[in-house]
């Protein structure tokens, strides 16, 4: 499926339109029996994690079990298509994650239009990724990297977390604007790709903040992260945006529900997901995973459709397919 950015925005901030009359009866009762959040991931993950944090949250906030239910498989597309079926009464959410926005290119036939079929609640967390490289590389910089890839190319092996992963695309999105060739090394998930990564069977790897501790112990060296701004848990570490102007991406979560979910049951979710958010201790456990990132429900939903776009041109630039 192929939408201009007009009609992305146009079913995006449909989607998340909401009234501002006061909450129904209806929504002022929500919830009166436990509420289902699914995510797409194992559990573990930074996925599953900030589910958990936030539904405790939501929990001890309304009164109700908000009951993590994961459903891996098929880069998300399994929960995603469980959400969408579900019925739009506020029972059901969804952990949304970049790959709904990666998946709409990626996979050429779906049983549903994420943009169209989701209704946004909230943003929560915006995660960098950072370009780890393994100690044995005689590089120290993103400029001494880009040197020494060009000095070698396609000598160094690129790890990944599977194709069409955000890993992956990050490295592409590298690889073109730096203007270098190097090896993508697929592997199915984190763990495999990062046990390789520190025993130099691969040499690069654009991973998540869960390395943070590798990095302190000095069993990984941070080159660079890939937001627009540094990240304020390794604040000496520059962003790639620094030498490659333009480049950024990033990992981001948040919520949403099926379409036609009660706009004031959304209203109401998203106040009290972005008061978690400005909550002093769940902030600091957030800390080491990314930035908050509170907003409306549709500002997400633009969000998710400039994400959509952006990641649309990447995958088609590096003909990318999905296994």
């Known amino acids: 499926m192929k939408l201009s950015r007009r009609e992305f925005l146009h079913l995006a901030v449909a989607g998340a339109a909401l009234p501002t009359l006061p909450l129904t009866a209806h929504a002022q009762a929500y919830p009166t029996r436990p509420v289902r959040w699914i995510v797409g991931y194992l559990p573990g993950g930074p996925n599953d994690v900030v589910a958990r944090l936030i539904g405790q949250w939501l929990s001890e906030r309304l009164g109700q079990p908000f009951i993590v239910e994961n459903r891996p498989g098929a880069g998300t597309n399994i929960a995603t298509e469980a959400a969408v079926k579900a019925p739009p009464d506020g029972y059901t959410l969804l952990q949304i994650s970049a790959s709904a926005a990666i998946n709409a290119t990626l996979y050429e036939k779906l049983n549903f239009n994420f943009i169209r079929d989701i209704s946004p609640i909230a943003a929560i967390i915006r995660q960098p990724t950072i370009l780890v490289?393994?100690?044995?590389?005689?590089?120290?910089?993103?400029?001494?990297?880009?040197?020494?890839?060009?000095?070698?190319?396609?000598?160094?092996?690129?790890?990944?977390?599977?194709?069409?992963?955000?890993?992956h695309l990050a490295g592409e999105?590298?690889?073109?604007?730096?203007?270098?060739?190097?090896?993508?090394?697929?592997?199915?998930?984190?763990?495999?790709?990062?046990?390789?990564?520190?025993?130099?069977?691969?040499?690069?790897?654009?991973?998540?903040?869960?390395?943070?501790?590798?990095?302190?112990?000095?069993?990984?060296?941070?080159?660079?992260?890939?937001?627009?701004?540094?990240?304020?848990?390794?604040?000496?570490?520059?962003?790639?945006?620094?030498?490659?102007?333009?480049?950024?991406?990033?990992?981001?979560?948040?919520?949403?529900?099926?379409?036609?979910?009660?706009?004031?049951?959304?209203?109401?979710?998203?106040?009290?997901?972005?008061?978690?958010?400005?909550?002093?201790?769940?902030?600091?456990?957030?800390?080491?995973?990314?930035?908050?990132?509170?907003?409306?429900?549709?500002?997400?939903?633009?969000?998710?459709?400039?994400?959509?776009?952006?990641?649309?041109?990447?995958?088609?630039?590096?003909?990318?397919?999905?296994?």
């Open 173 to 323: 999105l590298f690889k073109t604007m730096a203007g270098i060739d190097i090896a993508h090394v697929p592997y199915r998930g984190d763990i495999p790709a990062l046990t390789d990564l520190l025993s130099g069977q691969v040499q690069l790897y654009f991973t998540s903040p869960l390395v943070i501790e590798h990095i302190r112990a000095g069993k990984l060296r941070a080159l660079a992260v890939t937001t627009s701004t540094r990240w304020e848990a390794l604040p000496d570490v520059p962003t790639i945006s620094e030498f490659l102007p333009g480049y950024e991406t990033s990992t981001w979560f948040g919520v949403g529900a099926p379409r036609n979910t009660s706009p004031e049951i959304v209203e109401k979710l998203n106040k009290e997901v972005n008061a978690a958010l400005t909550d002093p201790n769940i902030k600091a456990r957030l800390t080491d995973l990314g930035d908050t990132f509170p907003g409306s429900p549709a500002e997400f939903a633009r969000h998710i459709a400039d994400e959509t776009e952006k990641w649309a041109k990447v995958i088609r630039a590096a003909n990318v397919k999905a296994e």
């Open 133 to 167: 490289v393994n100690p044995a590389v005689p590089a120290t910089t993103i400029p001494e990297f880009i040197a020494y890839a060009k000095a070698n190319p396609g000598k160094i092996s690129m790890a990944s977390a599977g194709v069409g992963s955000i890993p």
